[in-house]
């Protein structure tokens, strides 16, 4: 998660372009945001917990004056909620001065730290960790800093990663942005009428009348710096490039009006409603999703199925994602604001209810109560997903084994009876990739098959060790030759 913004772009408005493109991300993170302004000479950061509209408003956009900026809006993982944690990330070396905001998470983070002779506790998250490293590269460099100076510290930093991160980074004069050689979490480039605008999605681009370019590629940094077009640097052999998006993003994270690797989040959704019709038949009366990721898919359902559409909840556009919130009892309230039933829809009815995910069964067993107290005859649960039963350690904070509801329980009847539905049905993985339309490149599904495309250090993977009688082929092998490590936010 984490919704990234950065903006090059002499003469505008850029704090006003940044805030609109971080509001448009803000379904990415809801815990806090910031971003930093250039004018050429004096890089500033405004950040607070909250919202965006809760860290900006009209006086302080008004304040940042600049043509360089970069935006963060958090979704936390591992890392503390406070307001040390809120990005952009800022340090001031040798005379220059960088900012960065970070969506994803490092795997070697301790190692790294370990290395560099940081003491523990000195840096609070691998986002940190990173701004350390290119100081320290920096100081390395001596007083005599070039105007490139903080260009060549990203570079030399970079080859040293392992795990997701998307990145925006600034210094008083130029704009970086970076993809991880596996392209976990996404980052698109778009071009203003004069200047350029990269972002987590295409929705940032569009709110901030950027035209649509490219994604940039897995492995792939882009250095924009007014000489020119921006450049592409790819720091890393070929051999370590391997396209591995997060499918998280297309049934779940990414607004529907995104494109993912070329192709429409909202056209995959309907797709995988469609492929769960087909493996998954019900005889209902309604068809209704769960907002907002289902609904497209349940769209889908009903147009494959021949059973009529409808809505059978309201959703109050006033709270985020119960996804987000931090801890089970704010998850259990967050589903009882979030969500209210429209009775007369409902009653005496037998429901489909389409959603895109069931990872600890929280809001699905508050759901089943709210569908049967508001008269629901039968509730048909499909899942456009299938089970996930392993932790991510790529940056979603899905948590260990023990929460993960399909870890702990060996069937799809024994899921069906706690969450209290009347049938249950999963879509398929080889469905899931297939209603994405993409080919080529590949995917992270690591939560689903545990199988990680980065090898996850024993420290890190104790929660997979937990139960290693379900691991896969290779997993614990995979875990145990890798050195201790620590997790930290990104």
């Not at 970079?158 to 704009?175: K, M, N, T, W, Y």
């Not at 970086?176 to 596996?182: L, Q, S």
């Not at 769960?276 to 497209?296: F, N, R, T, Y």
């Amino acid at each position: 998660m984490c919704g990234l913004v950065g903006i090059y772009a002499p003469g505008q408005y850029v704090s006003h372009l940044t805030y609109l493109g971080l509001y448009a991300l803000q379904h990415r993170g809801q815990e806090a945001a910031g971003m930093a302004v250039s004018d050429g000479t004096q890089l500033t950061v405004v950040k607070d917990q909250g919202l965006v509209s809760n860290a900006f408003d009209d006086r302080t956009l008004q304040t940042l004056q600049g043509y360089l900026t970069v935006g963060h809006t958090r979704y936390s993982t591992t890392g503390s909620s406070t307001w040390r944690n809120a990005q952009p990330v800022w340090r001031a070396v040798g005379g220059r001065q960088l900012a960065l905001g970070h969506n994803g998470n490092l795997t070697n983070t301790a190692e790294l730290a370990e290395e560099a002779g940081m003491l523990p506790g000195l840096v609070t998250s691998d986002s940190d960790l990173l701004v350390e490293l290119i100081g320290h590269q920096l100081e390395q460099m001596g007083e005599e800093l070039s105007h490139d100076d903080v260009e060549r510290a990203v570079l030399a930093v970079l080859p040293h990663l392992h795990g997701a991160f998307s990145l925006v980074i600034a210094d008083e004069e130029r704009l970086i942005a970076v993809r991880d050689p596996n392209g976990f979490r996404p980052l698109c480039l778009g071009k203003l009428d004069s200047g350029w605008v990269v972002a987590s999605e295409t929705p940032a681009l569009d709110i901030t009348g950027a035209t649509f370019v490219r994604e940039l590629d897995p492995g792939e940094v882009i250095i924009i710096d007014g000489i020119g077009q921006p450049r592409s640097v790819r720091p890393w052999p070929e051999t370590a490039i391997d396209p591995k998006l997060c499918i998280f993003e297309f049934f779940y994270f990414a607004r529907p009006d995104s494109r993912l690797y070329g192709r429409s989040v909202h056209a995959a959704r309907v797709r995988m409603g469609e492929l769960l019709a087909e493996q998954a038949p019900a005889q209902a009366d309604m068809v209704m999703g769960v907002p907002e990721s289902g609904i497209a898919a349940a769209e889908g359902f009903a147009r494959a199925s021949g059973i009529p559409y409808g809505q059978g909840l309201v959703k109050n556009r006033y709270i985020g994602r119960t996804f987000i919130a931090p801890t089970p009892e704010l998850r259990r309230a967050a589903v009882k604001l979030k969500l209210n039933p429209l009775k007369e829809n409902i009653a005496g009815k037998r429901l489909v209810v389409v959603d895109d995910s069931i990872v600890r069964g929280t809001t699905q067993q508050q759901l089943t109560r709210m569908l049967r107290e508001a008269g629901a005859a039968e509730i048909h649960l499909r899942i456009t997903s299938p089970p996930v039963r392993w932790p991510c350690f790529y940056g979603i904070d899905i948590g260990e084994r023990s929460e993960l509801l399909a870890a702990q329980l060996d069937t799809i009847e024994e899921i069906r009876n706690y969450v209290g539905v009347d049938t249950l049905a999963y879509l398929t993985l080889d469905g899931l990739i297939t209603s994405t339309g993409v080919t080529g490149p590949g995917f992270c599904h690591a939560c689903f098959t545990g199988e990680y495309p980065v090898a996850v250090p024993v420290g890190l993977g104790k929660a997979v060790l937990e139960m290693p009688d379900r691991a896969p082929a290779g997993a614990l092998e995979q875990l145990a030759h890798l050195p201790q490590a620590g997790l930290l936010d990104g």
